[in-house]
């Protein structure tokens, strides 16, 4: 352990005088060849530096799904019998002057179809539209069947055509799907492919969504003809991608109010500058690796660079001010350094130590981006560790500090500004190490947590608006996906049931009986607002095959008649059933994607399930937008607590590694956990669902909380094991590390605040709920820290606490 | 002792497997076997034939659900139904006293004015009157005899299409390929009656309707025939329209109007003997219909149209303001109507002066 002893540490003036022999191996060997150290983190800044021009931003849609639910198993499994149930983009073409039946409008909408159709990506065999002839009507006559395409083979955009199409839309059943209510839009719907089939690359959405914004929004809407409104997965991330220039500028913006913070606190231009450089380097270091690891840059982990930029400036801003201190003393720049990394680098690796392993065991939840997130987080904070613990200082030892800074950091520091506010607050601080305070603390804490906790209970799963929740309300994202909401009967959130039978299986009665039981349940379940299987086809064409007599709207025991509904359905391009009709999907159109309605229809599907799978027939789960997001909600809601667990274990060890006294552990463990609660209060209250985006928040939020205890209470226990009464223990603790803990809470809280004018909410939210921890961890430390120890951490009259090293 | 021991033991694992493999492979439960799920829908629900029964109304539909109002349709319950098939006709001959018939050749029957149901017949039960009632086919030796025995197999699986009692006792159920049963003691006995009619081809019947003098049925292919008292048997009147027949509505001054496919609509004030052509100016198939106080035909369209008959002119005018949903049915309490389809029921005025 570090000791504080100053006996140990002399003022140096002269660097000759100082032995370069002491200090641990580590130590010497840095500081003896500083140049070397500066020359290397060059050379790696300079080859991350160029790959990280080279990291891809993108997100792709499986890389957001849990692979190893079974859900998602199921999915994947029987994917390629499955179509139109994939990742599909909707694009809405309205007639702001009219209905879709106008020549013009049919001709514009040709060429928006045309333009879509011939985009790199589509899986154009599946797509629909009133252009596509996968879209067709049918009707009964005294012959029997007639029908064909909706649009007329013979469409030449005369009033006699345009007429046929009329009659066609009304008799084909696609007023609600394909076609609004109000008939005043269309809609095509674009199956997408995951791989990009020019690169062989996974596609880009991000490249995709901007080709769409331009070569159809901008080209096709710019005379008025037409509005086009544009939804669906891709086209989400897409606008995220496009919002990220922004994000990025709201980092910079928080980087710079924690510059400005600092300087204001230091008054050393040099050292601030240092402590930014250093932490910049090491998101440089991180983007870099990110790329030379293959890996891409997504919207869910864009957080992450600033999280290691704010861990960074937390660690540099503690190594600033105790060369700082030191160089006041008189203590030459390189011995000052030196001094500094023999106290603080083991409290700052075991920290960093913590925060890496706390990142990196979210590489334990089963979905990609969060893996992704959590090695990228463990390499930056890995990287802060060269960075800020060893780079810095020895930065510093070259460049030190302004000496009027230093002169000023000693003032504070020998307590000779008792009676101005930095003083009043250290004795206001102090005195929470007094029982009284101490008690009052503890009382109003355990209040505040139990409340939070018992709003905590009421925290929600997934998203709990719809549309996406990732956007703001306003933006274009969802407007659009509230005018088709309005206006179409059928939604784009879809969770699909997959029926699995033997080849030719859905031809049996008792199939097709079960099937069309499971659609009849599913469509009384709350949040379902219509559903679609084999089943009706099969009960449509009977009728059908009855001049349409309502009365043979049926599912018939005699197979002479399914055969027939099945081959006909056969007949069309249909994707309500495979080729062997062996998959067949019961789809259920969910009135939202909320972690309530997902829940409902699951369970239903369960229950169903287990009651009426055989041996040769399964209903399995899910398939579709909404079935791949039940399966998250259900990865995400067990993740978070698994989450919280392996971080906890993995800090409640290191600390124990460090403080070697389960009582430490507990005081250092014990703000964390009610800032927690806290926090998943604060998110009750705001209204922001666990999800995908937001899982990481709070695991990487207790990660940077650790550092300020650590950063406190190692200092003051040492100072304890030398017999100082816990009191002036924790007033040097203060002074040492406590300010900058501080100093770096406020600086971090007040520039992730700024992210609530983000124009992503997404972004919004988790600067809300990172300035809430970094405050609050803040407070914690500072209030909680000496309030415990009074309790928990008095000093012994002797050396009788252990293991003084 | 050894020997003995560890045999049981084996045996129980076998059983325990057998009952888990067994527990894990449910077997399918027949609709007809298996009484209707509770609808949370209620008059949501698909539903396809509806009737009066007294003050109440009781309507039948997909899966079995079996709804009735007592208060002219504002309000909807489910009664408890003893099958999960697909119910197409509904009649209350008294208040009390109600058939359902629906397919697989279901009829059930409500002593309480359509609160409960019991299932008085199956189509496997219609197989055994048709056998009892033909004798045994001769090893398939004629084209005949191959028919018969088509028919037997198929008569499970054949759907009844129609229901009519003239009283509490006597009463017939129509269905696909001639199929008629009729009873004499209010359902406790049915008897295969497909004899009993002059359709060669097997034609299926979809609608039967009968007044105090007369008994109609219509069917594919334009079939229309009338029950001629003196020898019991239904014979073919003469048809106007080859195509199918899906209802017939008989007013209380014994004028017919019969309707089917795209839209066609005849009217006959003579028993049938004679037929004008009533302009309905619809495409669509017309469904289901009934008729006002006054004797004007009300009809609906499979696309949503609600036709009413003009007073004097043999043509239909819209009725305005309904929403354009398939519907299947329809039954007239008061001045309003109450609509079936495969959305549900729905409520709707009659046009003021209109009953």
Not at chain 1, 718 to 744: C, D, E, M, N, S
Request: one cysteine or more; hydrophobic letters at 45%.
């Amino acid at each position: 352990m570090a000791s504080m002893d100053s006996t140990k540490m002399p003022v140096v003036e002269n660097p000759a005088d100082f032995d370069r022999r002491s200090g641990n191996t580590l130590e010497r060997l840095i500081f003896n060849y500083r140049l070397w150290v500066v020359a290397i983190c060059l050379a790696l800044t300079a080859l991350l530096g160029w790959q990280t021009t080279r990291l891809q931003i993108n997100a792709s849609f499986e890389r957001m799904i849990p692979l190893s639910h079974p859900f998602i198993k199921n999915y994947l499994a029987n994917k390629s019998e499955l179509k139109g149930l994939g990742n599909t983009l909707r694009i809405v073409v309205e007639n702001p002057r009219g209905d879709v039946f106008d020549a013009k409008y049919l001709q514009r909408l040709s060429e928006i179809n045309d333009a879509l159709f011939l985009t790199r990506g589509v899986d154009r065999a599946w797509m629909k539209s009133l252009w596509t002839p996968l879209v067709q009507w049918t009707e009964v006559t005294e012959d029997g069947f007639s029908g064909g395409p909706v649009m007329p083979p013979d469409y030449d955009g005369s009033d006699d055509s345009v007429q046929k199409l009329r009659i066609n839309v009304g008799r084909s059943g696609i007023i609600g799907a394909l076609v609004a209510s109000d008939l005043k839009s269309s809609m095509i719907v674009l199956p997408l492919l995951d791989v990009d089939p020019e690169t062989g690359r996974p596609l880009s959405y991000g490249d995709f969504s901007a080709r769409v914004e331009r070569d159809i929004r901008g080209k096709f809407e710019a005379d008025g003809t037409v509005k086009i409104h544009i939804v669906g997965f891709a086209k989400l991330v897409g606008d995220l991608i496009a919002g990220l220039r922004k994000v990025m500028a709201f980092f910079a913006i928080a980087a710079l109010i924690a510059a400005g913070i600092i300087y204001c606190y230091t008054r050393c231009p040099r050292s601030t500058a240092l402590v930014m450089l250093c932490s910049l380097v090491a998101v440089v270091w991180q983007l870099g690796s990110l790329n030379l690891l293959g890996l891409e840059l997504d919207p869910y982990s864009i957080l992450v660079p600033f999280l290691v930029f704010a861990i960074g400036v937390s660690h540099g801003a503690q190594k600033m001010n105790g060369i700082m201190q030191d160089i006041g003393r008189g203590t030459h720049r390189y011995v000052a350094a030196r001094y500094t990394f023999r106290r603080l680098f083991l409290a700052g690796l075991t920290a960093l130590a913590a925060d890496a392993v706390g990142f990196g065991v979210l590489a334990v939840i089963d979905i990609p981006v969060i893996r992704n997130l959590a090695i990228a987080a463990s390499i930056g904070v890995a990287g802060l560790v060269v960075t800020n613990l060893l780079l810095l200082p020895v930065l510093l030892s070259f460049v030190g500090v302004a000496p009027k800074a230093a002169h000023r950091a000693l003032r504070a520091d020998s307590g000779k500004t008792v009676g101005d506010f930095s003083g009043r607050l250290l004795a206001f601080l102090g005195r929470f190490t007094e029982r009284r305070w101490a008690t009052a603390a503890l009382v109003i804490t355990a209040v505040i947590t139990v409340l939070g906790f018992v709003v905590s209970q009421k925290l929600k799963i997934g998203d709990l608006d719809s549309g996406a929740p990732e956007l703001r309300q306003d933006s274009r994202y969802n407007r659009d996906n509230r005018y088709i909401n309005e206006h179409y009967g059928l939604s784009s959130d879809v969770l699909a049931v997959i029926v699995k039978t033997d080849a030719d299986g859905c031809t049996q009665y008792p199939t097709m009986v079960e099937t069309d039981r499971l659609g009849w349940l599913l469509r009384q379940t709350p949040g379902v607002q219509a559903v679609a299987s084999l089943a009706d086809r099969v009960r449509l064409y009977t009728s059908g095959g009855f001049e349409g007599s309502p009365k043979w709207f049926t599912i018939s025991n005699d197979p002479n008649l399914i055969n027939p509904a099945i081959a006909a359905e056969a007949a069309l391009t249909t994707d309500l059933m495979n080729a062997d009709c062996s998959v067949f999907p019961v789809v259920a159109y969910l009135q939202d994607h909320k972690a309530e309605t997902l829940k409902g229809v699951v369970e239903t599907v369960r229950a169903f399930a287990k009651a009426h799978d055989t041996a040769n027939l399964k209903f399995m789960l899910a398939a579709g937008s909404a079935g791949i997001e039940a399966a998250t909600n259900i990865v995400v809601e067990r993740a978070n607590r698994q989450m919280l667990v392996y971080v906890y274990g993995a800090i409640v060890l290191l600390c124990f590694i460090t403080f070697r006294s389960w009582r430490a552990v507990v005081v250092a463990i014990v703000p964390l956990l009610v800032t927690t609660v806290l926090c998943e209060a604060l998110m009750v209250a705001l209204g922001i669902g666990v999800k995908v985006a937001t899982l990481p928040v709070i695991a990487l939020g207790v990660g940077i909380g650790v550092d300020y205890a650590l950063y406190l209470l190692s200092v003051q226990l040492a100072i304890q094991r030398q017999g100082v009464a816990l009191a002036p223990a924790y007033q040097h603790a203060l002074r040492f590390t406590g300010k900058v803990v501080a100093l770096v809470g406020i600086t971090l809280a007040s520039g992730v605040a700024t992210w609530a004018w983000s124009p992503i909410k997404f972004q919004a939210d988790t600067g809300l709920l990172l300035a809430f921890m970094f405050l609050w961890n803040m407070l914690g430390a500072l209030i909680l820290i000496p309030a415990l120890s009074h309790f928990l951490l008095p000093t012994r009259s002797t050396a009788a606490v252990g293991a003084v090293s | 002792m050894i020997c003995l021991q560890r045999w049981p033991t084996a045996r129980i694992l076998s059983a325990l497997i057998s009952f888990l493999v067994s527990s894990a492979a449910l077997s399918f439960e027949p609709p007809v076997d298996t009484p209707a799920a509770v609808s949370t829908l209620g008059p949501a629900s698909p539903m396809v034939g509806i009737a009066g029964a007294g003050d109440h109304l009781v309507a039948v539909g997909l899966r079995g659900v079996i709804l009735y109002s007592p208060d002219d349709g504002r309000n909807w319950q489910q009664s408890r139904s003893p099958v999960s098939v697909d119910l197409v006709a509904v009649t209350f001959p008294t208040p009390e006293l109600g058939w359902a018939v629906g397919h697989q050749g279901v009829i059930l029957h409500s002593v309480d004015g359509g609160r409960s149901w019991k299932r008085q017949l199956s189509g496997k039960q219609i197989k055994d009157l048709f056998l009892a009632s033909t004798p045994a086919p001769q090893a398939a030796s004629t084209e005949g005899d191959a028919d018969q025995a088509w028919l037997a197999e198929s008569l499970p699986t054949l759907p009844l299409m129609d229901v009519w009692f003239q009283d509490a006792r006597t009463g017939y159920a129509i269905g696909a390929f001639n199929l008629l049963l009729r009873t004499d003691d209010g359902g406790e006995h049915w008897a295969y009656a497909s004899a009993q009619i002059d359709n060669p081809d097997k034609l299926h019947l979809y609608s039967i309707r009968g007044d105090a003098h007369d008994l109609y049925i219509a069917g594919e292919r334009g079939l229309v025939l009338r029950l001629d008292p003196a020898d019991g048997r239904f014979k073919a009147l003469p048809s106007p329209y080859r195509g199918t027949f899906f209802g017939i509505a008989l007013n209380k001054t014994g004028v017919l109007t019969i309707f089917g496919m795209r839209g066609n609509a005849y009217r006959s004030r003579d028993r049938g003997q004679t037929w004008e052509a009533e302009r309905t100016k619809v495409q669509a198939g017309l469904v289901g219909g009934s008729n006002l106080e006054d004797g004007r035909a009300i009809l609906v369209s499979q696309t949503g149209q609600v036709l009413i008959e003009s007073p004097d002119t043999a043509q239909f005018q819209n009725l305005e303001g309904v929403l354009p949903l398939p519907y299947a049915s329809l039954v007239i309490t008061g001045n309003q109507i109450v609509l079936a389809g495969m959305a549900g029921l729905r409520l709707h005025a009659l046009p003021a002066g209109v009953r």
